[in-house]
DNA sequence: GTCCAGGGTAAGC
DNA sequence: GCTTACCATGGA
């Protein structure tokens, strides 16, 4: 089906570090493992894509993952004009969107994420996926349910290149799965109450709980600072970012300026 | 072979 | 409250 998006581009959010199973599949084209589904996408004149889906299927799921209802350039618009670095940031990663991913996935994703770079969190990712993922089609596994994972012995979860992680992602399958915490549930919480529930989990400090909102929850005021973004702040802030200016979507800002500035190191 | 990665924990001040 | 050693692994 077609459908013509504004603010989106394919390469940029496949690289962007917030969803680790959207890959490039051509020079215009993209393929979205997400919700137990496969999506392919191929941009074609201006900001026209061909989605292989069908309408119910769009309305159901993928409208809501693109966040198809938020207008990116109002964002944008609002950057101040004389942050010349966040100007250059925005124009650089204007494609971008954040994905309403499932709080599940984004948690584990990002628990696993803590030193590793974006190809080696992809590849432990797929792992996961292979072993105790869901087969949706030839060779294409969804992510695992919470009862799955944390069903996996450990020597299982040690093949998949977790390293000292192993325990982490174990009892936070197994807190999920035992109904102990409902992810689904901590959605009615306000942005201060998620933060501290996602950082009781062991493996989970402040970075890590940011992204999770930011990515799981679609808290676009929360900011992450990793590696990158305190290189950023460090070279052009003064040392901080000021999240002050920007009420609300700081968020959505920071991937603009993660993507810029990593893609821009010397 | 070396350096570093979308950091966090626990121990020590 | 704020440092610091340590953590496994693979990509660049």
């Not at 581009?9 to 997400?34: H, P, W, Y």
């Not at 250059?88 to 991913?101: K, N, P, T």
């Not at 102990?180 to 529930?197: A, M, R, W």
Request: hydrophobic fraction near 35%.
């Amino acid at each position: 089906m077609i459908k013509h998006i504004k603010n989106m581009d394919l390469r940029q959010i496949a690289k962007s570090g917030q969803c680790f199973r959207m890959t490039m599949t051509g020079e215009n084209s993209a393929r979205v493992i997400a919700g137990g589904k496969v999506l392919d996408i191929k941009k074609e004149e201006g900001s026209r894509f061909d989605l292989s889906c069908d309408e119910a299927g769009y309305k159901a799921f993928w409208e809501n993952y693109f966040d198809m209802s938020a207008d990116y350039s109002l964002y944008i618009d609002a950057i101040d004009e004389k942050d010349s670095f966040l100007t250059e940031a925005a124009a650089y990663g204007s494609g971008i969107r954040i994905l309403r991913q499932e709080p599940f996935e984004t948690l584990i994703s990002f628990i696993i994420s803590q030193r590793k770079n974006i190809p080696a969190i992809q590849s432990s990712v797929e792992k996961i996926c292979r072993v105790c993922g869901t087969k949706i089609s030839d060779d294409i596994y969804s992510f695992p349910t919470p009862e799955a994972l944390a069903g996996l012995s450990e020597d299982e979860l040690g093949c998949c290149s977790l390293g000292y992680r192993v325990p982490y992602v174990r009892e936070a399958a197994r807190r999920v799965a035992s109904g102990e915490i409902d992810l689904d549930g901590l959605n009615k919480l306000s942005d201060d109450e998620l933060y501290n529930k996602l950082l009781s989990f062991r493996g989970v400090g402040k970075k890590v709980a940011n992204c999770v909102m930011l990515f799981g929850y679609h808290r676009i005021a929360a900011f992450p600072v990793d590696v990158w973004i305190q290189r950023v702040e460090e070279t052009y802030y003064g040392g901080r970012f000021p999240v002050e200016k920007y009420p609300g979507f700081a968020g959505v800002l920071q991937q603009y300026m993660f993507f810029y500035g990593r893609n821009n190191a010397k």
